[in-house]
């Protein structure tokens, strides 16, 4: 066993165990068959042939194990004889040693009418140990069911005990049916990036699923190794312990905020002698200054400071899949691709720093297949994600992600790193802005030439009421002024003065009339704009004779349609507040299909939350009331 043993730093040789038919499988039913028609053959006799023949039969294969994981250490069960051992003490050994040291089991044809093999295939299933056939196909828990049901028909006809075949059976069949919480992870593992963790299974505790950053961990670490890696990968420091039982995924006991392998050990082996499975994943803290939300349907939901179920509350910002993936990657990384897919609910989170087992930006932490849906939404604002960057930088933000012309912008700000967007307007001049988390119109400092951000936050912002500081490239202003949309109409206020607005916008300077060009284009840029944001707007601009520039883009408190949760017509609407719970929703919508009503949610809530998925899924027309389109003040 020293072979197995990890070296100082947790790295071991994969360890792959070769499971083949000893004393029984498909030669032993032959033989019997046989021993029926030759009498004088005893069942001494027969069994030695059988092994004879099985380990002629097991040659070839060890040589292809050997020749596919030349680096890996190869179990051979074969190799060892202890003559006073019974087949059950053979059985309880390599049991164990296939608990605690294999990362691959490979199976010779016809395992499944082997006692052994098929302990040893129930085994890697309740370890989590990938598994494959002679041929390095993985067997899966609903070939191997089929595979063991069938073993037992044969044996059972040749008046074999099935018992030990029926009971692999069963639990290939469970897991097939419902996989376990951890192996779910660890399959949303293979294709995203998730929290790194390891997985542990009760009776031991047995070590089982192991996806640590920047390691690659063998069984043979053994826990309390696989732990203090997984404290070494957390960017906290620290690890929680989640549990959960078959059949029960969710409610269960679990510790936050762990940062001692004796800790984390301890509350393994209580949990574990309690029958739970256990994950340890790194602890991500919400509140690092990147956010959480969900993708569904071509649009993403998303604020700081939560968890994806966020996408419950008023508060989430809510974007097309693209301006919402544009945004994040200019905040926190260029190389940020959001996760979606148009039959997928994914919950995620995005990250300053590189987390997870891949160490990449995002994290996706579920990933629910649903029906195929489209979500249309107006771009709608404040929420706290604008708070979180500043009111004034998420509507420049947005008009520029649009692709509408805003001068070059460094965003200094308190809780993320700087960054720029925006295209440069060939001036080199700069225009100090302060960037309150709420829109605050004329409170702050707006300055012309750079001047030191931080001094400037510190005069502004006592109550830390500003979100950070903008440097804007200034614009060679011919004109420049503000909108103001008309109540009850499509059309707009345009006003302003020649050169700089700063003086305008002050009320230190009496508007002109605007030159017809320069006026055609700003309202041109705003009918553009509100049809890309689908809600009415206005700005702060300025021209240079060619081109209207954004300075400032505030969304007005209205939207141009309402929002619509599931289509469909009804004459009765059924109130729903959200506030009440899903609970209280699940009953509503059985009295909705009744009725044939729709349900009218009272208060505004995400596209994305699980109450427009229950609407969508039961076929009951869902929308926002009016009071509701407003969104948050």
């Known amino acids: 066993m020293q072979d197995f043993r990890p070296d100082h730093d947790g790295e071991s040789k994969n360890v792959v165990y070769l499971s083949t038919p000893i004393t029984t499988g498909p030669q032993l039913l032959e033989w019997l068959a046989a021993a029926h028609e030759e009498s004088n053959r005893t069942a001494e006799v027969v069994q030695e042939e059988v092994v004879a023949e099985n380990l002629a039969r097991i040659g070839p294969l060890r040589s292809h194990v050997r020749a596919q994981w030349p680096d890996a250490t190869l179990i051979d069960p074969t190799e060892l004889n202890v003559p006073d051992w019974s087949q059950w003490e053979y059985h309880?050994?390599?049991?164990?040693?296939i608990n605690r040291f294999v990362d691959l089991i490979v199976f010779a044809d016809g395992w499944e009418l082997s006692t052994g093999c098929t302990i040893e295939y129930a085994t890697g299933l309740h370890a989590a140990i990938p598994m494959e056939d002679a041929r390095g196909n993985s067997i899966k828990p609903a070939d191997a069911a089929r595979l063991l049901l069938a073993a037992a028909d044969t044996l059972e006809g040749a008046g074999r005990d099935s018992s030990i075949a029926l009971a692999a059976a069963g639990r290939a069949e469970r897991e097939a049916r419902e996989p376990l919480k951890d192996s779910s992870l660890a399959s949303l593992a293979s294709d995203f990036?998730?929290?790194?963790?390891?997985?542990?299974?009760?009776?031991?505790p047995i070590l089982r699923h192991r996806h640590i950053r920047g390691r690659k961990?063998?069984?043979?670490?053994?826990?309390?190794?696989?732990?203090?890696?997984?404290?070494?990968?957390s960017n906290a420091g620290s690890v929680n312990v989640r549990t959960f039982k078959p059949g029960s995924p969710k409610g269960n006991p679990f510790k936050y905020g762990l940062n001692r392998v004796d800790d984390v050990l301890r509350a393994i082996q209580a949990y574990s002698a309690s029958g739970y499975f256990c994950i340890i994943n790194e602890t991500i803290s919400v509140e690092d200054g990147g956010v959480s939300g969900v993708t569904l349907g071509g649009i993403a939901e998303f604020a700081p400071d939560d968890t994806p179920r966020v996408v419950e509350t008023a508060e989430a910002a809510s974007l097309p899949i693209g301006v919402a993936e544009q945004i994040l990657r200019t905040v926190y990384s260029p190389a940020?691709?959001?996760?979606?897919?148009?039959?997928k609910r994914i919950e995620f989170s995005v990250h300053p720093n590189r987390v997870g087992h891949r160490a990449e930006h995002i994290i996706v932490w579920e990933v629910e297949p649903v029906e195929s849906v489209s979500l249309d939404v107006p771009i709608v604002w404040p929420n706290r994600f604008s708070r979180l960057l500043g009111d004034k930088t998420y509507g420049l933000m947005i008009a520029d992600t649009l692709g509408f012309p805003v001068p070059a912008t460094t965003a200094v700000l308190r809780r993320v790193a700087p960054f720029r967007f925006g295209r440069s307007t060939g001036t080199g001049e700069w225009w100090m802005r302060t960037a309150p988390a709420r829109q605050t119109p004329g409170h702050f400092t707006t300055t012309s030439g750079?001047?030191?951000?931080?001094a400037l936050l510190m005069k502004e912002d006592s109550e830390a009421d500003v979100a950070g500081v903008l440097a804007q490239e200034g614009v060679d202003a011919l004109y420049s002024g503000a909108t103001l949309p008309l109540s009850n109409s499509s059309d707009h206020v345009v006003e302003g003065v020649a050169g700089a607005g700063d003086g305008f916008m002050l009320g230190e300077s009496p508007t002109v009339k605007l030159p017809a060009d320069v006026d055609r284009r700003v309202r041109d840029l705003l009918r553009d704009l509100e049809a890309a944001l689908g809600s009415a707007a206005r700005i702060e601009w300025a021209d240079d004779g060619e081109?209207?520039?954004?300075?400032?883009?505030?969304?007005?408190?209205?939207?141009?349609?309402?929002?619509?949760?599931?289509?469909?017509?009804?004459?009765?609407?059924i109130s729903f507040d959200p506030s009440q719970g899903l609970d209280a929703l699940k009953g509503l919508i059985a009295q909705a299909r009744d009725a044939g009503a729709g349900i009218e949610v009272t208060k505004p809530i995400g596209l994305t939350?699980?109450?427009?998925?229950?609407?969508?899924?039961?076929?009951?027309?869902?929308?926002?009331?009016?009071?509701?389109?407003?969104?948050?003040?």
């Open 92 to 97: 309880r050994f390599w049991v164990e040693i």
């Open 193 to 204: 990036n998730v929290a790194s963790f390891l997985s542990v299974g009760p009776g031991g």
């Open 217 to 233: 961990v063998s069984r043979s670490a053994g826990i309390p190794d696989s732990v203090q890696l997984l404290l070494s990968a």
């Open 336 to 343: 940020l691709a959001l996760p979606f897919g148009a039959n």
């Open 450 to 454: 750079w001047s030191d951000p931080f």
């Open 547 to 573: 081109l209207a520039w954004v300075l400032q883009l505030h969304r007005v408190q209205k939207r141009s349609r309402p929002g619509v949760f599931s289509d469909g017509a009804a004459d009765v609407w």
């Open 609 to 633: 939350s699980h109450v427009g998925d229950l609407l969508r899924r039961a076929g009951v027309p869902g929308r926002l009331a009016d009071d509701a389109l407003a969104g948050p003040a």
